[in-house]
């Protein structure tokens, strides 16, 4: 089967950077996707990997190591605006179905 | 907004009775995700249709079916409905199978 872990809780001032990582077990691996969801909201892709290295989108980073089954997420510049929940994702297997974590939820303390 | 469009936003129904989520997906999009997530729960993927076939499933239950019609919508219809039923019901699509899914604003779904 599949499984992801990433920490429940991460906490971190404004203007700070955080990161969120994330493990995987998967057969069949694929790719890695980011998603970010407000209270009660949608969930909002944020990025893709789909190969070994970091990827940048504006204050957001998400990185890949396909040998070590790990990525992560990085936020600089933190704003309030950015409390919310972190979802990773596997995308694995002939499906390509994406396999979310449990999520992060991230609280940005002024 | 993502372009994927859920009606209705909030139900209300009591248990043992049968409702029907509806989904349009992105303007192009061929495949459609079905997700349940409970509170403090991730997504758990439910089933998957890609223009107008079943293509994979997960933890569906019985009680629960979809499909997904000519016209690309989907409906997800849910049965002999029990109190932990009770969940936020997201829709997404793609353009493909092996492409991002872009996610609705969801269903909210409350048995009594």
């Known amino acids: 089967g599949q499984s992801l872990e990433q920490p429940s809780e991460v906490t971190a001032v404004e203007g700070a950077i955080v990161q969120i990582n994330c493990t995987y077990q998967t057969s069949g691996f694929y790719g890695l996707s980011w998603y970010q969801q407000h209270d009660g909201g949608a969930p909002t892709f944020l990025s893709y990997n789909g190969l070994d290295g970091l990827e940048e989108t504006g204050r957001f980073s998400s990185f890949l190591s396909r040998s070590d089954s790990y990525g992560y997420l990085l936020l600089q510049e933190l704003q309030m605006k950015d409390s919310a929940s972190y979802f990773c994702a596997v995308r694995s297997g002939g499906s390509y179905i994406p396999t979310f974590g449990r999520g992060t939820s991230l609280i940005v303390h002024p | 907004d993502s372009g994927v469009t859920q009606t209705p936003k909030h139900l209300i129904t009591a248990t043992g009775q049968r409702v029907t989520l509806r989904c349009s997906p992105r303007s192009g999009d061929l495949s459609v995700y079905w997700y349940q997530q409970s509170l403090d729960q991730g997504l758990q993927f439910l089933i998957q249709?890609?223009?107008?076939?079943?293509?994979a499933k997960g933890n569906i239950l019985e009680r629960f079916s979809a499909q997904q019609f000519p016209d690309l919508h989907s409906e997800l219809n849910l049965s002999s409905l029990e109190l932990g039923d009770s969940a936020l019901y997201f829709c997404?699509?793609?353009?493909?199978?092996?492409?991002?899914?872009?996610f609705g604003q969801g269903t909210r779904l409350t048995v009594v």
């Open positions: 997404a699509s793609s353009v493909a199978t092996n492409t991002e899914a872009f």
């Open positions: 249709y890609y223009n107008g076939e079943e293509r």
